[in-house]
């Protein structure tokens, strides 16, 4: 009779130490390889035989965790004898967070070889027998062959994409800005301190209510040029879409090229012209607004400072005319899917065609654009060409900090770190869009019929 406890704590000790103890030599030896090569990499990166120990010396895993938790202790000096050079606090957490990452793989391996060996003893004492390593290599090729052969993508996927969004939400959690920069200045974990300066809950009164006020504001607008982008294009779209798929419209597919133009146009060059077009100086809008006598001075579309509302209104015209196309070519096919033979006995029952559009096609619509509404809301709350390539968040609010009448989140984001080097204050921004997105998103998704059905 096998010890299950025995096997797993042998393997908690030694890795596949569990897997020995129950005679699958082979399968041991493959899960001791990964004990070996994590204190390997540890041992081989560190100095630590040198007679003294310092963290700033320890192997990548200890000085990785020690860099993440304290940032550095030691920033750069200059004195008589030159440059003393100090710890790097962002390299520090960038490598601390590659290091915690690597080990919770390491971690998850040490808890599947535990698993393993207790099983394998159990099912031991039940059959009296156990696959052997041979065996059970070629039983998990078969049965788990899809969660291996997804490893390789998963790695990258949290190097390459989880890593740079923990580092980003972390950042949100210091006082990583124009006044402490590396590694002439440390930077220190300050806790949920900017959190309560942008909220006016800490910090200091008049400064932390200025960043509040901004806030707010941006915030309110991005809501709203977020829900009028995406409704806006929706229902022309919709609108376009309801005629064109009309039996008594001539020429279906001339009429679809061309009001797919201006989406099939590559939108950063179709945003630069309408900047162009806009300009209040210079531009033909207004050239020829003034020669028909409409006007008598020149509109600034996108600058004026003295009503905001132009360039926003003029923001909302230019996002409605690069949305909608998308909208009506997706609407036209969800009504060419539509069988007939409900609109036919729609007519036998003597239902008119406004009838008809209310009680059938706009709730089929709604219910096959419901998740991609969802998905058009998300990107255009992150709308940053459109805001940026056309008035670069301006005209200039004095009220504001950092951010101008037209910015958005985003696009105020991009000017704290950008410009204003205040990378905390834009992780900050960055945790409350995703929480709000977040949330929003996954209301709308679950509320929506394809989610219902799925």
């Not at 204190?39 to 010396?57: M, W």
């Not at 070889?113 to 041979?134: C, H, P, W």
């Not at 009309?246 to 179709?270: C, D, Q, T």
């Amino acid at each position: 009779m096998k010890k299950p406890k025995l096997a797993a704590v042998l393997s908690t000790i030694v890795w596949g130490a569990g897997q020995a103890y129950n005679k699958q030599w082979l399968k041991g030896a493959f899960f001791f390889v990964f004990q070996v090569l994590l204190i390997g990499i540890e041992l081989v990166s560190g100095n630590y035989f040198s007679g003294t120990f310092s963290f700033r010396e320890a192997g990548f895993f200890v000085k990785g965790i020690w860099g993440a938790i304290t940032l550095g202790t030691q920033s750069s000096m200059l004195t008589e004898n030159g440059l003393t050079p100090g710890d790097h606090s962002i390299i520090l957490l960038i490598e601390g967070i590659i290091a915690i990452l690597i080990l919770c793989v390491f971690g998850i391996i040490w808890y599947i070889n535990i698993k393993d060996a207790y099983k394998t003893a159990n099912q031991f004492n039940e059959t009296g027998e156990v696959l052997g390593s041979r065996e059970w290599f070629a039983h998990t090729w078969e049965h788990a062959f899809e969660y291996i052969v997804i490893i390789p993508s998963s790695l990258m996927l949290i190097l390459f994409s989880f890593m740079p969004i923990i580092f980003a939400f972390l950042v949100g959690f210091t006082n990583y800005n124009k006044s402490h920069l590396p590694p002439s200045n440390l930077v220190n974990w300050v806790g949920l301190d900017n959190f309560l300066y942008l909220f006016s809950m800490g910090g200091e009164v008049g400064s932390s209510n200025q960043w509040f006020t901004t806030f707010w504001n941006v915030f309110l607008w991005t809501v709203i040029f977020a829900i009028i982008s995406t409704a806006a294009p929706f229902f022309l779209g919709l609108f376009q879409a309801v005629i064109l798929n009309n039996k008594r419209v001539i020429g279906k597919k001339v009429w679809r090229s061309i009001l797919i133009l201006p989406w099939a146009l590559p939108a950063m060059i179709s945003q630069l012209n309408f900047q162009q077009l806009f300009n209040g100086q210079f531009g033909p809008i207004n050239k020829y607004l003034l020669q028909a006598g409409i006007i008598d001075s020149p509109i600034y579309w996108l600058t004026d400072s003295t009503n905001p509302w132009i360039p926003r209104l003029t923001i909302l015209g230019i996002g409605l005319w690069l949305g909608f196309p998308y909208f009506m070519a997706l609407m036209s096919g969800i009504m060419t899917s539509i069988s007939k033979d409900i609109y036919e006995a729609a007519e036998v029952d003597g239902a008119t065609e406004g009838q008809q559009f209310w009680k059938i096609t706009l709730p089929l619509v709604l219910s096959a654009t419901a998740p991609l509404l969802v998905m058009s809301f998300a990107s255009n709350f992150n709308n940053f060409g459109l805001i940026y390539f056309l008035t670069e968040g301006g005209p200039v609010n004095p009220n504001f900090i950092y951010a101008g009448h037209t910015d958005i989140l985003i696009s105020w984001i991009y000017k704290l770190t950008m410009n204003d080097k205040m990378y905390n204050m834009a992780s900050v921004l960055s945790i409350l869009i995703f929480l709000i997105l977040g949330s929003i998103s996954a209301i709308n998704f679950t509320r929506t019929a394809a989610f219902k059905e799925e």
